[in-house]
């Protein structure tokens, strides 16, 4: 269990305890892309007591979590696949239901709510980022990592050795850039809040969108904060 201090950057908090995306989460601090922040100066910008925030980490890193795995020891291999088999899969599969959702509810309604069609503009450029990108990790990064740890692990240095920084680094300039793009439609939507007596199709287009949001905070957090670091200093070992 780390110490955490008003210093702590969140994505060391983030990286160190698994229940702590959830309290981040729950007071509207990224701990993904914006993550490299002191908790203190992240609670300032939320407009949030660090206070409380540090009482909500205290509870929730006390509480038993059996269900999620502590993935700062689990072999990098075994990371990827995680990532592939829960976060990509929803990814691609929830783009497309919320772009069915979005065609619908512009339809109905996106004479009256200006702001429905630049969402789903939004949402159009948020597919054509992420899916080219999903693909860059799956056939490329994420196999490279892979192959990474096999080598090291056998004793032997790889030849490209310091080389996954650079496509790292895209892979994180991604990450901002969708990141951008789902904060301007939390925005554009207010915070996912369907107008009063929205229809059950409107409600379902900002639930999924906000649940959207969710897992890809999950998902880039482990990336940036947990895949990414391990891979580096594997790499540069
Ligand atoms: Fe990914
Ligand atoms: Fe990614």
Redesign the pocket.
């Known amino acids: 269990m780390i110490t955490i201090t008003p210093e702590t950057t969140v994505r060391e908090i983030a990286a160190a305890e698994a229940a702590a995306a959830r309290v981040f989460e729950s007071f509207g601090i990224d701990y993904c892309c914006g993550g490299r922040k002191p908790l203190a100066q992240a609670c300032g910008e939320r407009g949030v007591e660090a206070g409380a925030v540090l009482a909500a980490l205290e509870e929730a890193m006390q509480q038993p979590q059996p269900d999620e795995r502590d993935w700062s020891a689990e072999p990098l291999a075994a990371l990827c696949r995680h990532i592939e088999d829960t976060h990509h899969v929803f990814t691609r599969s929830e783009m497309e239901r919320i772009q069915g959702l979005a065609g619908k509810v512009v339809a109905r309604h996106g004479a009256d709510r200006a702001e429905l069609g630049e969402i789903q503009e939004r949402i159009d450029a948020l597919q054509g980022e992420l899916l080219p990108?999903?693909q860059r990790?799956e056939l490329m990064l994420f196999p490279y990592i892979a192959s990474l740890e096999r080598t090291r692990s056998a004793g032997e240095t790889q030849a490209s050795g310091g080389s996954v920084r650079n496509p790292i680094r895209v892979?994180i300039a991604?990450?901002d850039a969708a990141a951008a793009e789902m904060a301007a439609i939390r925005k554009l939507s207010r915070e996912y809040t369907p107008p009063q007596g929205a229809c059950p199709t409107y409600r379902a287009f900002y639930a999924a969108l906000a649940e959207f949001e969710r897992d890809l905070h999950r998902?880039?957090h482990l990336?940036n904060n947990i895949l990414f670091p391990r891979a580096i200093a594997l790499d540069e070992a």
Do not use: F, I
Request: proline residues 0%; aromatic residues 0%; charged residues 35%.
């Open positions: 990108h999903l990790e892979m991604d990450h998902h880039v990336e």
